[in-house]
Every structure is written in structure tokens, then in C-alpha cells.
């Protein structure tokens, strides 16, 4: 049975750390629209949070606005002065970065 155990938690740190590392290389493609970036992003927050990770939500906003074109930079450092990013939902972020795409 211990042998059983020990084995499974082998795997699941191999996942949580494969996730980990994809997480941290998430970027956004050039042509890449919002909606997808940030469905790709929350599929592998939500991926770390079933392997028992506690995601906060500052921490994902801070990921998504690091990870974003060159062409939103104005849009980061709009959304760096006029919020708390500490307070920020992605949901805020979300709605903020397609107003920005549609007036592209």
C-alpha cells in the first residue's frame, strides 16, 4: 500500500511541476486574440489549482499582464497607475484588454 501511495505523489509532483513550468512560460502569440490567451491561461491555473496549488488572483493578473504583445504595453502601464493590481480581478483585467483589442 505505501509503495502505492509514494508512487502517486511522485506523479502528481511530476504534473504540478510540469504545469509549473508552463505556467511560468505562457506567453501570448503575436496574432494570439485575448480571449484565447487568457482561456489558455486559466486552463493551466485551473490545472495547478485541482493539483492542490492556491492561485491567487493578483498572481495570475500579474502573469497575464507580463505576458502580453508589445502592443498592449500602454495598456500594462495604464492598468499598473490607474489599479491595484492586488485587488484587480481577472475578470476586470479580461473586460479592460478587449476594450483595448476592439479599438485596435
Known amino acids: 500500500m ?3 501511495y509514494q508512487g502517486s505523489t511522485k506523479v502528481k509532483r ?8 508552463e505556467f511560468e512560460l505562457l506567453n501570448m502569440k503575436d496574432r494570439e486574440k485575448i480571449d484565447s490567451f487568457l482561456a489558455r491561461t486559466l486552463t493551466v491555473v ?3 489549482k485541482v493539483n492542490g ?6 498572481t495570475v493578473v500579474g502573469k ?3 505576458s502580453l504583445t508589445p502592443k498592449f504595453n500602454y495598456v500594462v502601464c495604464s492598468s499598473e497607475e490607474s489599479n491595484d493590481l492586488n485587488t484587480m480581478s481577472i475578470y476586470e483585467l479580461h473586460g479592460s484588454l478587449l476594450v483595448q483589442e476592439q479599438r485596435m
Open 46 to 48: 485551473n490545472k495547478m
Open 64 to 66: 497575464i499582464l507580463r
Open 14 to 21: 511530476a504534473q504540478f511541476q510540469a504545469l509549473q513550468k
Open 53 to 58: 496549488e492556491v492561485m491567487e488572483p493578483s
Open 2 to 4: 505505501r509503495w502505492k
